[in-house]
């Protein structure tokens, strides 16, 4: 069975940093497009970053120059290094994974991780 686990996340102040972690078991992802999605309060999950399975990354333009998607496949572990935290970036945040080497173009990756929260106080 496929799991995804967060961690990392906390309460920060604005500027500040977190590095977000996602551990994959049940089976390796060292071949397949992962991501990091963030869901705020009353409002729709959005597209953060995503990582190919030769380590090119997309960023959405509201983190752009923040945030680093990086992977170690040896540990089939998928991070996010976050800086300069803004107020707004306060969401749960959820990594996925997906059976294509290629970020899904609707975002509809195939497995999906519990989230772990991140609040940014300003």
């Known amino acids: 069975q496929v799991q995804l686990v967060e961690s990392g996340g906390g309460l920060v102040q604005a500027g500040g940093s977190l590095r977000l972690s996602c551990a994959a078991s049940?089976?390796?992802?060292?071949?397949?497009?992962m991501g990091w999605f963030r869901q705020a309060p009353g409002k729709e999950r959005e597209f953060v970053s995503a990582i190919t399975w030769s380590g090119i990354t997309y960023y959405a333009d509201s983190v752009k120059g923040r945030f680093a998607i990086s992977r170690d496949n040896a540990k089939n572990t998928v991070y996010l290094q976050m800086n300069s935290l803004k107020p707004e970036d306060t969401a749960v945040y959820y990594c996925?994974?997906?059976?294509?080497?290629?970020?899904?173009?609707?975002?509809?990756?195939?497995?999906w991780g519990q989230g772990t929260q991140v609040t940014v106080s300003s």
């Open positions: 996925a994974a997906d059976d294509s080497r290629v970020p899904p173009t609707r975002g509809d990756y195939d497995y």
């Open positions: 049940g089976r390796t992802f060292s071949r397949n497009a």
